[in-house]
């Protein structure tokens, strides 16, 4: 299983990226994605997750009604649009998926590299 994020980069406070996380090695569709981020010094934290179908979504306080994850089976990739963005924001984030199919629970087994986002006052 392969997972490689790609959109990060340097955007103004108030601005927008979208993060995407394309995977391969399996059936994309059987499985949650979730987006984490680790800030410098500090412990990785969940962002969000989508269920296998797209039904279901998930969110830490801190990014709801700012970020949205989406995805698109067809292509095997999963969306995290990040709208308001604010310094502390700030992080490498990366996407991440659970061995079991259909498992919308906390845990994720397979991880992506990560992809910079810094967020600029």
């Known amino acids: 299983v392969q997972l490689v994020e790609s959109g990060g980069g340097l955007v103004q406070a108030g601005g927008s990226l979208r993060l995407s996380c394309a995977a391969s090695g399996r059936t994309f569709r059987m499985y949650v994605t979730g987006w984490f981020r680790q800030a410098l010094g500090k412990e990785r934290e969940f962002v969000a997750a989508i269920s296998s179908s797209g039904a279901m979504t998930d969110y830490t306080d801190s990014v709801k009604g700012r970020f949205t994850i989406s995805r698109d089976n067809a292509k095997s990739t999963v969306y995290l649009q990040m709208n308001s963005l604010k310094p502390e924001d700030t992080a490498v984030y990366y996407c991440?998926?659970?061995?079991?199919?259909?498992?919308?629970?906390?845990?994720?087994?397979?991880w992506g590299q990560g992809t910079q986002v810094t967020v600029s006052s």
């Open positions: 991440a998926s659970p061995r079991a199919a259909y498992s919308f629970g906390k845990t994720y087994d397979y």
